[in-house]
């Protein structure tokens, strides 16, 4: 059974940090090229963060420097650091491995993040 289980957002001042996790069930987690996604209202969903197996990462520019993505094996989670938060990052968040079939047709039900004063 595959399942991807997205927590941690919330209501956040600008400037503010917030910290998002994602268990995965589901095959080899630490053999994962693992993503999180975001969706705005009426938005498509977008790229944020990519982080290997070997924990190589990649960022989109809009979040380079403030956004730091991270991994532990031992609790097949993968973990989004956010810092300097915009009002632009409000947004549902969501993880997903990238390239497994299994997980090919599946999406977690995300966490809201709102960044608002």
């Known amino acids: 059974q595959v399942q991807l289980l997205e927590s941690g957002g919330g209501l956040v001042q600008p400037g503010g940090s917030l910290r998002l996790s994602c268990e995965v069930s589901?095959?080899?987690?630490?053999?994962?090229?693992m993503a999180w996604y975001r969706q705005a209202p009426g938005k498509q969903r977008e790229l944020v963060a990519t982080i290997t197996g070997g924990r190589s990462t990649n960022y989109a520019d809009s979040v380079k420097g403030r956004f730091t993505i991270s991994r532990d094996n031992a609790q097949n989670t993968v973990y989004l650091q956010m810092n300097s938060l915009k009002p632009e990052d409000t947004a549902v968040y969501y993880c997903?491995?990238?390239?497994?079939?299994?997980?090919?047709?599946?999406w977690g039900q995300g966490t809201q993040v709102t960044v608002s004063s």
């Open positions: 997903k491995p990238l390239g497994v079939a299994l997980f090919r047709d599946y």
């Open positions: 589901g095959g080899i987690f630490s053999l994962y090229y």
